[in-house]
T-cell receptor, first 116, second 111 residues
Framework: DAGVTQSPTHLIKTRGQQVTLRCSPK?????VSWYQQALGQGPQFIFQ???????QRGNFPDRFSGHQFPNYSSELNVNALLLGDSALYLC???????????????FGPGTRLTVL | RKEVEQDPGPFNVPEGATVAFNCTYS??????FFWYRQDCRKEPKLLMS???SGNEDGRFTAQLNRASQYISLLIRDSKLSDSATYLC????????????FGTGTRLQVFP
């Protein structure tokens, strides 16, 4: 049973460029959340996708956008990269359940993005 | 004010020591509480959920005080393999899976 996978593992970009990160959820999961973890900080919630729609969003600018495909995999896109976008980007998957407070999230290994 | 605040680290302790981490959260609507462990340059992994009644998993004990909005983690008989960053995590409120993380507390266990 494959866990959450992310690609690429590392990426180097320059300011102003655009980047796309990819995530495949754990088998059987239908919900994908994205987090940004800057050095020395805890992960920060970017947004969550369910049924191919953005369901929740954190305090991130519109430069951050995403997509979820019918097979539940997801992409995170960041436009007009800034130096401050350098971070570990984590994807987490879960299975949406009705009438429950919280659905456990499983994290992928992350993509380390460096913006020069 | 940060939504989740943790003890500043690092904590450097000898093997066999008992160490305690504390955390406070600001959102009274949070319903789910966790401790995650993160090894250097790896993804966070769930260590344990935290319940109001307190819960124990081997050498690890977690406590939650909803009235004070305070969460703790106690590690007994520390092992070298416990060296990691411990993240205090709460969810964003009822019906949301959004996780809010503290900045983490670094633990280094030495021989």
């Amino acid at each position: 049973d494959a866990g959450v996978t992310q690609s690429p593992t590392h990426l180097i970009k320059t300011r102003g460029q655009q980047v796309t990160l990819r995530c495949s959820p754990k088998s059987g999961h239908d919900t994908v959340s994205w987090y940004q973890q800057a050095l020395g900080q805890g992960p920060q919630f970017i947004f969550q996708y369910y049924e191919e729609e953005e369901r929740q969003r954190g305090n991130f600018p519109d430069r951050f956008s995403g997509h979820q495909f019918p097979n539940y995999s997801s992409e995170l896109n960041v436009n007009a990269l800034l130096l401050g976008d350098s971070a570990l980007y984590l994807c987490a998957s879960s299975l949406a359940k009705m009438a429950t407070n919280y659905n456990e999230q499983f994290f992928g290994p992350g993509t380390r993005l460096t913006v020069l | 004010r940060k939504e989740v605040e943790q003890d500043p680290g690092p904590f450097n302790v000898p093997e066999g020591a008992t160490v305690a981490f504390n955390c406070t959260y600001s959102n009274s609507a949070s319903q789910s509480f966790f401790w995650y462990r993160q090894d250097c340059r790896k993804e966070p992994k769930l260590l344990m959920s935290v319940y109001s009644s307190g819960n124990e998993d081997g050498r690890f004990t977690a406590q939650l005080n909803r009235a004070s909005q305070y969460i703790s983690l106690l590690i007994r008989d520390s092992k070298l393999s416990d060296s990691a960053t411990y993240l205090c995590v709460v969810n964003g409120g009822w019906g949301t899976d959004k996780l809010i993380f503290g900045t983490g507390t670094r633990l280094q266990v030495f021989p």
